[in-house]
């Protein structure tokens, strides 16, 4: 049984949303067990309050919060994160660097890992802060999956859509408004499933 760990932190439900399509796509394959979690926050509540993501976060409010030692018991772990200025927030920064211990014992060199995000804009550094998660998930020895362009909804020019051959992203406009579309939905499952089936493989 391939065990794949999602781990998300979503302000406003985006990412939440991807972290729910790519754990469809890891369910789609035989023989793996898929968990979701969240990062903890660091944003104060008045803040969350008067930004309006109090509010948004009440539907993953149910999700538990990843603790650094539980990625010891995963096969492969996927990591969504919001971009702010072109890097990972700084909710998914703290988990990160909190895994000191585990990188010092090497316990998590070949596990299979990968990474998905949302931009408020379309050009807002989905990619760069996607290749910069990388180098981290590099540092901790980790083999890192991207999405393949066997995934045609990549050259999908037919509207405006996220989607990387770095890992899934959307966009959320400047006010949130705009929602994951079907074709990034599409590319997030894709890349649940292409880990899913990359972590079997390595790990039968």
């Not at 993953?60 to 919060?65: I, K, L, S, W």
């Not at 969504?80 to 990160?96: D, E, I, S």
């Not at 014992?105 to 379309?122: D, N, P, R």
């Not at 999956?145 to 045609?152: L, T």
Request: proline letters at 3%.
């Amino acid at each position: 049984m391939a065990k794949v760990q999602i781990i998300f932190y979503s302000m406003y439900g985006h990412v939440y949303k991807l972290a729910q399509a790519v754990a469809d796509g890891v369910r789609q394959v035989s023989d793996t067990e898929v968990s979701l979690y969240q990062v903890a926050e660091l944003v104060p509540d008045e803040i969350l309050e008067k930004s309006g993501a109090k509010e948004t976060r009440k539907a993953f409010a149910d999700v538990p919060v990843a603790k650094p030692e539980q990625l010891t018991d995963a096969d492969a772990i996927i990591f969504g994160t919001p971009t702010r200025f072109g890097n990972m927030c700084a909710q998914m920064r703290n988990f990160l660097d909190q895994t000191g211990k585990l990188w010092m014992e090497g316990s998590l060199v070949g596990k299979v890992s990968s990474a998905f995000t949302s931009t408020a804009s379309q050009h807002g550094g989905q990619e760069t802060t996607l290749t910069s998660f990388h180098s981290t998930l590099f540092h901790l020895g980790m083999i890192v999956v991207g999405v393949p362009y066997s995934e045609q909804r990549l050259l999908n020019m037919d509207e405006i859509t996220g989607g990387t051959p770095y890992g899934a992203s959307t966009m959320a406009d400047g006010d949130g408004s705009r929602q994951p579309t079907e074709n990034e939905l599409a590319i997030a499952r894709f890349q649940g499933k292409h880990v899913a089936q990359t972590t079997k493989k390595l790990f039968q």
